[in-house]
C-alpha cells in the first residue's frame, strides 16, 4: 500500500468578488476533485500555525510532516541542496543574485536576468577567505553560496538591499554570539572581494547575498517515518527539502497528465510520492484568477488515474497555502484537504473546495499531520505505549 | 456536580464492508448513546497525536489529562502499580511472565498459563542482588519485577524474546547511561539467578521480563486538577494509571447493568468517575465485528441511569482508541465523544457514532482537553490570568 500528496500550489483563494464571491478552486469544474472528496474525508489545514504565513519551503516541511519551528533554518541552504549542493554541518549557506552595480548602487538585481554564468561562478570559486571554505554553484542569475568552516552561524543579515537604487548593504550579525559576528565578517570580506574579482564583468559585475542559514539538524523520512519517498517538483526549493529528507528527486515533466504518469512510476518503486504542482501558485501572484481557474481545471483533469489508485492506496489532495488573487502573496488561511483510500470515514463532502472542505470529518488540522494520518491508515505507525 | 468518563474501549473503527460501509458503532442500535448525543456536544478526540496509535497506557493518561508525552515511562511500572505495588522514586520496574525453557530457549512465554505462583514467587523474592533490592509480585502466569536501589534507569531491552523457540535474551541498555547499564548489569544477573533457582520447578522454570520503565513523575488528580476521582475498571494497566495518580481503584462487576450501577454508587463519594469497559476491544482484537456490535448493544442498554445521572451532573462516552476489526489493533484514528450536561450548548448531533460526532461543537480535539472542557462546565477550575 503506497501514499501519494499532490500538493496543489497556492490553489486556495478567499471568495472574490468578480466571481460572485466564489473562490477560484469554487468556480473551476474540479469532477475528479469532487469525487475524491465523496470518496474520502476531508478538512482544512493550517499551513503552519493558525493565521501564520507559510513560505514554499515552510509549508513543503509540515507537508512531509516536520515542525517548520523545529527544522526551519532559512532558505539559503534549502536551495543549496536543491542546485545539487552537499552540505555538511555547520555550514553556512547563502542565497544569491548575480546584480548590476554602479560604485556600490544596485542599478539591477538580477544582472539583466543574465543566463550564463557558468564562468562567473568559476571567477567566485577561486576567491578565498581565511577560516572558511568558499563553495558556489549557479543557475542563471541565481546562486547558492556554502561558507564551510568551524563556528559558523546562520543568524546574519542579507548584504542584498532588496531593491534597486540602494547601495549593498554590509552584513551585520543577528545575534551576540561570536559565531554570528565571525559569519558576518567572512561574508564582508567574500563581498569585497567578488566586487575585486568582477570587477570588469558586464552586466553580472556583484554577487548579493540574502537568507543565510546553517544546515538544518532534520532527520529523514526513513528514519522518522520508515518510508521511502520522491517528489516530483518543478522548484528548487521544493526539491532541496525533499532531498535533504532523503526523497529521491524527479524532475516534472510539462504537462499534467504525463506529471501524473510519472507520479504513479515513481510510486512502483517508493512508499510515498510528494508531488508540487506549481502553476495556481504562479496564477495568483500574477493576481490572474482566470487563469489560476484554468490551471486548476487542468490539474484537476490529468488526476483521473489517482481515483484508480485511491482504491487500494491512499491519496491526499491539498494547498500548501493560501495565495489569494487578491493580494497577490501567500497568506496564513488554511487550506482544503481531502484524503481518499479504502478505509477512511466518508464524511458526506461531495465537492473539494475551501468552505465544503470545512465541514469535512477531518475537521480543523494542522498540515504536519496529514502524512501521519495517511501512514496510521495504511497500518504503517508504531504504537506509543502498549 | 459531577462528572464521569465511560470509556468504550476499542470501540471506534473505521468502515466494514460486511457492513455496507458502516462501523460497528454506526450499524449497533444505541438508543442511549444518540440521546446522548441529542442533548450533548460531540467531537472527534485525537488519543495522544493526529495519526499515533496509542497504547491503552498512553490513551487513559491522556483521558485523565495527562500528556503522554511528559508522563509515560513505559508499562512496567504502571502495571506494577495496578497489582498493588507502592512504587518508590527511582524504581525500575519490569513486566514479567514466567515461562518454559528448554535449556535456555523459550518452550511456552507463558508456563502453560500457570495460575498458582505463590510459592514461585517467594522463591523470586529470596533472590539478592548486589546494589538492589528485589520486589516481585505475580498474579497467575504474570508478575512485576520492582529493582529498587540508586542510579537505575528504564532505558533496558527485555530479556523476553517475544516468541517462543528463541532464546532468552540479554538485556541490554538503550541509552550510554552509566544507570542504563547498571540496570542491564542487575537485570541479567537477576535472570541467570532466577534460572537457578526455578531449575527444578516445572511448568515455570524461567521468568522472562520486558517494558522496563522507571518510576512515572506524576501529579496526583487531586493536585492537578482538585478533584477526589475514583475508577472502575477490569484491566490491571488502567487500574494502575488510576492507582498512580491518587484514584480509588474498584474492580468492575460482570454484569453491565452491575457496573453502571456501580458506577453511580462510586459518584455518591468522589467527584469524578473513570469507567473503562473493556470488551469491544477485545472483540475487535479477534477481528469479530459481530461480537462488537453486539457488546456495543449490550453496553448502551445498560447506560440508562446515566441519562438522569447528566441532568444535573456531566458525562462524556467516549472510545480510547480506534480498534479497527479488519486490522485487530489499536490505531491512531480519532475517536468520537460527547459530553452531556446541563450546559453544553448542543450541537444537532442525533447519533453517537465516529462520523457524526465528526459534525459536532467540540470539533477536534485531543483526549486530554475531554476532562479539563467538563471541570469548567461544572465551573471547577481556575482562573488563569485576573
Same mark, same amino acid.
Given at each position: 500500500?503506497?501514499?501519494?500528496?499532490?500538493?496543489?500550489?497556492?490553489?486556495?483563494?478567499? !471568495?472574490?468578488?468578480?466571481?460572485?464571491?466564489?473562490? !477560484?478552486?469554487?468556480?473551476?469544474?474540479? !469532477?475528479?476533485?469532487?469525487?475524491?472528496a465523496k470518496r474520502g474525508i476531508c478538512g482544512i489545514a493550517d499551513p503552519v500555525y493558525p493565521g501564520i504565513r507559510a513560505g514554499s519551503d515552510t509549508s513543503h516541511l509540515a507537508i512531509l510532516g516536520y515542525d517548520p519551528f523545529k527544522t526551519y533554518t532559512g532558505r539559503g541552504p534549502l536551495e543549496a541542496v536543491g542546485m545539487g549542493i552537499e552540505l555538511e554541518e555547520g555550514d553556512a549557506v547563502f542565497r544569491c543574485n548575480f546584480a548590476t552595480i554602479d560604485g556600490n548602487v544596485i542599478t539591477d538585481r538580477r544582472a539583466g536576468r543574465i543566463r550564463e554564468t557558468e564562468d562567473l561562478a568559476k571567477i567566485i570559486n577561486g576567491i578565498s577567505i581565511p577560516g572558511a571554505r568558499i563553495i558556489f554553484k549557479s543557475v542563471e542569475y541565481r546562486g547558492s553560496l556554502v561558507l564551510r568552516g568551524e563556528g559558523l552561524s546562520g543568524r546574519v543579515s542579507d548584504s542584498d538591499p532588496h531593491a534597486p537604487g540602494k547601495p549593498i548593504e554590509?552584513?551585520?550579525?543577528?545575534?551576540?554570539?561570536?559565531?554570528?559576528?565571525?559569519?558576518?565578517?567572512i561574508a564582508n570580506e567574500f563581498t569585497s572581494k567578488v566586487k575585486e574579482a568582477l570587477r570588469d564583468s558586464s552586466p553580472?559585475?556583484?554577487?548579493?547575498?540574502?537568507g543565510c542559514g546553517i544546515k538544518p539538524d532534520i532527520e529523514?523520512?526513513?528514519e522518522k517515518r520508515g518510508i521511502d519517498g520522491a517528489c516530483i517538483a518543478t522548484t528548487a526549493i521544493i526539491k532541496g527539502i525533499a532531498s535533504l529528507v532523503g526523497m529521491e528527486v524527479v524532475q516534472a515533466?510539462?504537462?499534467?497528465?504525463d506529471r501524473i504518469k510519472q507520479g504513479l512510476n515513481v510510486l512502483e518503486s517508493h512508499d510515498f510520492l510528494l508531488m508540487n504542482i506549481k502553476e495556481a501558485d504562479e496564477a495568483a501572484h500574477d493576481r490572474d484568477y482566470k487563469r489560476k481557474i484554468k490551471v486548476i481545471e487542468q490539474i484537476d483533469a490529468a488526476l483521473g488515474p489517482f481515483l484508480d489508485f485511491a482504491q487500494n492506496n491512499y491519496v491526499a489532495i491539498m494547498s500548501d497555502h493560501t495565495t489569494p488573487v487578491s493580494f497577490g502573496d501567500h497568506t496564513g488561511d488554511p487550506v482544503p484537504v481531502v484524503i481518499a483510500g479504502p478505509e477512511v470515514r466518508t464524511d458526506g463532502v461531495t465537492k473539494f473546495d475551501e468552505r465544503s472542505a470545512a465541514k469535512g470529518g477531518l475537521c480543523r488540522l494542522n498540515s504536519s499531520e496529514v502524512l501521519p494520518i495517511m501512514l496510521n491508515l495504511m497500518n504503517r505507525t508504531e504504537k506509543f505505549g502498549a
Open positions: 500500500m503506497k501514499a501519494a500528496i499532490i500538493v496543489c500550489d497556492g490553489m486556495a483563494d478567499r !471568495p472574490i468578488k468578480e466571481l460572485g464571491g466564489k473562490t !477560484p478552486l469554487e468556480a473551476a469544474k474540479t !469532477p475528479n476533485m469532487d469525487t475524491l554590509k552584513v551585520k550579525a543577528l545575534d551576540d554570539t561570536p559565531e554570528a559576528k565571525r559569519t558576518a565578517d553580472a559585475n556583484m554577487l548579493i547575498l540574502r529523514s523520512l526513513k515533466e510539462h504537462d499534467y497528465t
